[in-house]
């Protein structure tokens, strides 16, 4: 159960193992981008606009290609420990807000998990549409994840005002 001064032990536990997952995961997809082009991101497979190949074209996910097995692995784990995250949120009770919070930092705070918990989804959910039915989902998949760095940095703003600016430990909380 969550304390009046944190969050419970399994909300930790999952919230630092999603943070490896999806630290571990962009590396590795980076790494696969950057292998299959030469030149890091942005550029298709082989000199291919990586458009119109169809149903899967050269992304087979448990072939010769080791990163996009791990890359496909880790994504589905992502999407996994995402499902059990919110089980566990609709089971368990939160801890109040924190008191250095202002009202709209609560808000802030509270659209911006929605976004991250939506991000948990639908990255990996574009990934495998990505590798298994249509390679022009890379557009989807792309745009999850600039939704995805774009509420991350809201939430790690948030938290760094707290640590950094204000003092005030609101980190603690989490860990």
Not at 71 to 93: E, Q
Request: hydrophobic fraction near 50%; charge should be positive; aromatic fraction near 8%.
């Amino acid at each position: 159960m969550a304390s009046p001064n944190g969050y419970s032990p399994v909300t930790k536990v999952l919230h630092w193992l999603t943070v490896l997952a999806l630290a571990a995961q962009f590396t590795v997809g980076y790494l696969l981008d950057a292998g299959e082009s030469g030149r890091g991101r942005g550029r298709g497979r082989g000199g291919e606009s990586g458009r119109g190949r169809g149903r899967g074209g050269d992304l087979d996910p448990f072939g010769d290609n080791e990163l996009l097995t791990v890359h496909v692995v880790l994504g589905v784990s992502i999407l996994v420990l995402a499902v059990i995250r919110l089980l566990w949120r609709w089971r368990s009770t939160l801890p109040p807000w924190a008191p250095q919070l202002s009202k709209a930092e609560r808000v802030w705070a509270h659209w911006t998990e929605r976004l991250l918990y939506l991000c948990l989804i639908a990255i990996p959910s574009t990934g495998l549409w990505l590798v298994s039915v249509n390679d022009d989902a890379v557009a989807a998949h792309v745009a999850s994840h600039i939704l995805f760095f774009v509420a991350l940095a809201a939430h790690l703003g948030l938290i760094l005002k707290h640590q950094l600016i204000k003092r005030d430990h609101l980190l603690r909380r989490m860990l």
